[in-house]
Each structure stands twice: as structure tokens, then as C-alpha cells.
């Protein structure tokens, strides 16, 4: 068992009528201005307001707190839904959810109360700061440290890879309150972090894909931060309070593979149906159908593993190798369904008039994200052994 916050339960006309809205909002808001934000790498900040009227950056934050407290299944299908148009819009709800899960998970009823009101209405958004230049697989190789002086800690060190570092103002912050502790982990703790004196964003990462939303460094330089922001209260929790939000992260990126196929997939089946050559239109030559016919399958089976991982979290069942078969399976299968949907396209695949070519520049990411592939696959194989012992 896990314990998360509570969720709430939707009849399946709730769900179908919340799903609907998104499908409305993603038809007549998101697609028309997708490749402008995307092309020119501009921030949607018309975007993210109506995110807010929807209520997605409180989706998963329980309802005591203001959030919409949405089962793991039903949030995946938005997650799913907005990335078969455009995945990097996820990313602005997403981590900063991973914050709120820190805090509703392991925070004192204090910082509960005092953050995730706010976190919920988007009016305080946010993200997760783990990766450090030299650190990203192996968390426990951190070097930014937080020394205590009397009632505050005082930080020191950058960060690197963040979501929204730049227009969110508040991060989960994983440092060293001991860097000589051993085992390494024993010396980590995690942080609400709001940006202020000596805590400013650095350098924009210009990235292959993942464009209009920020990633960035963070600069932490005497930056001061009150005791009792310590998350839960008590040091040395940091390690397993960062990575105690992963199979809710991984169900979020496998939900974002799966959009990311079934776009591809539309985007391949409309194509095909319309392009002609030797006088019928392409979908109808058997190459094609093949490509078409393993895409389909690929997203669908991307969609029941990310559905069955998110099931077996709600139901608050162990779910580690559940949640990483998805991700692991649903980011594959997001690269797969892009490059094949930019094949069927033939040279307008690689135009930028067309939509396929922002998926392609998109799917890798989600081989990287809540632990790399290779990871994955290691993981997958400790608990198949782990399970297959304790049985
Ligand atoms: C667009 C983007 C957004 C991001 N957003 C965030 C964010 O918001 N917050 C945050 O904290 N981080 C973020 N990250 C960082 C991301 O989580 C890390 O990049 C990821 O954890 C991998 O770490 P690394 O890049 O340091 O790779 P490394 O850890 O250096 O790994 C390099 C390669 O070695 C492999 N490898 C490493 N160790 C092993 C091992 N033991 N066995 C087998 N193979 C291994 C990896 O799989 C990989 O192929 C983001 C990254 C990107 C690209």
C-alpha cells in the first residue's frame, strides 16, 4: 500500500463530462495557436490562464485543499488528451503537481495549509528542483548544501534542468543538510523553496523540443529559507520524500507517450487517407498499412498499460514496476509512432507546416524524464526478482 492524498470518486458521466471540456479546449484554444508558441519558443501565458479556469494545477491536490482531487486514471487521460496535441503543455501542470504531492504527502498540516491552497488555484505555480549539473540519475550525488543558522537554513549551489524555473516562483528543493552522511541519502532533505534574495533563475535552455514552456538553471547564493519549510520537519528525508512522488511521475509520462502516439497515429491516418500516389491515396498501399496497423496496436497498448498502472494507484496498491512498464512502454512507443507518422508523411514530415515534426522533436523527452529508460528497465527487472522471491 501507498499512502497519497485522498481522491475523489466520479460517476462515469462526471469523468466523460471533464474529458469533454478538455477535448473543447484543446480543439479550440490549443491546436489553433500550438506551432506559433511552439516555432517562435514563446511562453503561453494566455494558455495557462484558462489552465487555471479549468483547475488543472489543482487536479490531483485533494478538494479540503482546493484542488479538484482527481483520481491517477482520470488525470492521465487529460495528460493524455492535451499531448496528442501539444506535450509541453503538461509540463507547466505537471511538476508543479510533483511540488504539491511533496507537500500533501509528506508536509506538516502547517504547509499543507499554508501552500496548497495556492498551489491549487495556479496562483502560486511551481516545479521540482533535483538535477545538479553533475547529478541527475544518481540524486544522491548532490552538492547544494543547507547549513542551519538559528530559525532559517541558509543554501547555496545551482540546479539544472528545471521545469518553469523561470516563471514558476516556488520549487520543491532537494539539498545536503550532511554531506558527509552515509549512507548518502541519510543526509538529504527536501525544501519549499519560494524564489527570493539570493534565489534567481539562470540561463533558458534552448532544447530540441519541450519549447514555449522554460527549463533553466536555478542559482542559489546565501539564499535564506525559514526552518519551517522543511518538509515533513525532520532532516534527512529529502531522498525518499523527492522520490516517493515517482509512480505518480512515471504514470504522468507514460500518460504523455500515449498522447504523443495517438497524435502521431491521427496525424499519420489523416494524412494517409488524403496523399495520393499511383492513383489512390496512400493509406491504401500495403506498405503503409502495416506501418499504420503496428502504430494503432503500439498506441493501444501504451493506453492500457498507463490505464492499468493508474488503476493499481488508485486502488493504493504497490504500483513501482506497473508505473515504470508504462512509461517505459508508452515513451517508446511515443518515439516509434513519431518517426513512422513523419515517414508516411513524406517530405511534408519535415516541413514545419506540419504538425508531426513538433511530436518527433517532443517524444524523446519522455524517454528521459522520472528516470531514463535504461533505468527503467533495471527497475522493472529488481522488482520482477523482488516479487517473484517474496511470492
Ligand atoms: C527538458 C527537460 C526537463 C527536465 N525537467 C526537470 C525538472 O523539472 N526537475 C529536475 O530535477 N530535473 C529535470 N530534468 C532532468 C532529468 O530528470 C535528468 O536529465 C534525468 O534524470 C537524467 O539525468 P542526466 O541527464 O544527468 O543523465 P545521467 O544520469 O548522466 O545519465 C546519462 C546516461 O547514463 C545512463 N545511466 C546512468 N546511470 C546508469 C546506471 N546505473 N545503469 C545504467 N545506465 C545508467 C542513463 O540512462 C543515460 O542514458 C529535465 C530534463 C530535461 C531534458
Not at 480543439?27 to 495557436?33: A, G, K
Not at 491552497?117 to 538535477?131: N, S
Not at 494503432?296 to 493506453?303: L, S
Request: with cysteine; net charge neutral.
Amino acid at each position: 500500500m501507498h499512502s497519497s492524498p485522498r481522491h475523489q470518486t466520479l460517476t462515469l458521466s462526471e469523468e466523460k463530462q471533464l474529458l469533454d471540456a478538455i477535448d473543447r479546449w484543446v480543439v479550440r484554444e490549443v491546436r489553433p495557436q500550438v506551432k506559433d508558441f511552439d516555432h517562435a519558443d514563446r511562453y503561453p501565458h494566455e494558455l495557462v490562464e484558462q489552465m487555471k479556469e479549468l483547475g488543472l494545477f489543482g487536479a490531483t491536490i485533494s478538494q479540503q485543499y482546493g484542488g479538484l482531487g482527481l483520481p491517477a486514471s482520470v488525470y492521465a487521460q487529460i495528460v493524455m488528451r492535451i499531448s496528442s496535441e501539444w506535450m509541453a503543455l503538461t509540463g507547466i501542470f505537471n511538476s508543479h503537481l510533483m511540488l504539491a504531492l511533496a507537500i500533501e504527502k509528506f508536509g506538516t498540516e502547517e504547509q499543507k495549509n499554508e501552500w496548497l491552497p495556492r498551489l491549487a488555484t495556479g496562483e502560486v505555480r511551481g516545479g521540482l528542483a533535483l538535477t545538479e549539473p553533475d547529478a541527475g540519475t544518481d540524486l544522491q550525488g548532490i552538492r547544494m548544501t543547507a547549513r542551519r543558522e538559528g530559525d532559517e537554513y541558509v543554501i547555496n549551489g545551482a540546479k539544472t534542468w528545471i521545469t518553469n524555473g523561470i516563471e514558476g516562483s516556488c520549487f520543491a528543493l532537494l539539498v545536503k543538510t550532511n554531506p558527509q552522511a552515509e549512507p548518502r541519502h541519510k543526509g538529504m532533505s527536501l525544501f519549499i523553496a519560494p524564489k527570493g534574495n539570493g534565489f534567481t533563475a539562470g540561463r533558458k535552455l534552448e532544447k530540441l523540443g519541450y519549447k514555449a514552456i522554460e527549463t533553466s538553471e536555478l542559482v542559489f547564493d546565501n539564499y535564506r529559507v525559514p526552518a519551517k519549510n522543511l518538509i515533513g520537519g525532520v532532516e534527512g528525508q529529502g531522498f525518499y520524500q523527492a522520490t516517493g512522488g515517482l509512480e505518480l511521475g512515471r504514470i504522468n509520462v507514460a500518460a504523455r507517450g500515449v498522447g504523443i502516439a495517438e497524435g502521431a497515429l491521427r496525424l499519420a491516418a489523416d494524412y494517409a487517407s488524403g496523399r495520393k500516389t499511383f492513383g489512390k491515396p496512400i493509406a491504401e498501399h500495403q506498405a503503409i498499412q502495416l506501418k499504420l496497423g503496428e502504430m494503432a496496436t503500439r498506441a493501444r497498448a501504451a493506453r492500457l498499460l498507463t490505464l492499468d498502472a493508474a488503476a493499481t494507484f488508485d486502488r493504493g496498491d504497490r504500483c513501482d514496476m506497473e508505473a515504470g512498464m508504462a512509461k517505459y512502454f508508452s515513451s517508446e512507443a511515443a518515439l516509434e509512432n513519431s518517426i513512422e507518422s513523419m515517414r508516411i508523411h513524406g517530405a511534408y514530415g519535415y516541413s514545419k507546416e506540419y504538425d508531426i515534426e513538433r511530436l518527433y522533436r517532443d517524444a524523446p523527452l519522455t524517454c528521459i524524464g522520472e528516470g531514463t529508460n535504461e533505468m527503467q528497465r533495471i527497475i522493472i527487472a529488481k522488482q520482477l526478482m523482488k516479487r517473484s522471491a517474496e511470492a
